[in-house]
């Protein structure tokens, strides 16, 4: 409506609420209404940003799991995150078996910890 209103004060008012008219006619009659109100004070006539949407409802923290890749808190019994689809199963943590010896090793090693041979 703020467009409507600039351009209805603007040289030619009533062509301009015709115009309106023809498209909506009760932003016609709400902009005629207005451009007869006197000004405001506070005259800004800039976009306000939408109010932030409401947070989605989450489980009680007790009997809850947080999902690792959208954050939200899904009952701990769900395999898959009610909100994105994400498996809420932890993973295993990644290990390697040692080729000489057979010790099992964490993923990010470089040599063997029990005979020292390179992996």
Same mark, same amino acid.
């Given at each position: ?65 947080? &999902?690792?890749? !959208? =954050?939200? *808190?899904? /009952? %701990?019994?769900? +395999? @898959? $995150?009610?909100?994105? #689809? ?11 078996? &040692?080729?000489? !010896? =057979?010790? *099992?090793? /964490? %993923?990010?090693? +470089? @040599? $063997?910890?029990?005979? #020292?041979?390179?992996?």
């Amino acid at each position: 409506m703020n467009l409507a209103l600039q351009l209805y004060k603007g040289n030619d008012c009533e062509k301009t609420l015709k115009y309106f008219a023809s498209l909506n006619p009760q932003l016609a009659q709400t902009v005629r209404a207005t451009a007869n109100k006197p000004a405001a004070k506070n005259n800004n006539t800039a976009a306000k940003p939408a109010p932030a949407p409401a947070p989605k409802p989450r489980a009680t923290a007790e009997a809850s799991v947080r &999902c690792a890749k !959208c =954050g939200t *808190v899904a /009952a %701990s019994g769900n +395999k @898959f $995150c009610p909100e994105c #689809g994400y498996s809420l199963i932890p993973e295993p943590p990644k290990q390697k078996i &040692c080729s000489n !010896c =057979g010790e *099992v090793l /964490a %993923s990010n090693v +470089k @040599f $063997c910890v029990n005979c #020292g041979s390179k992996q």
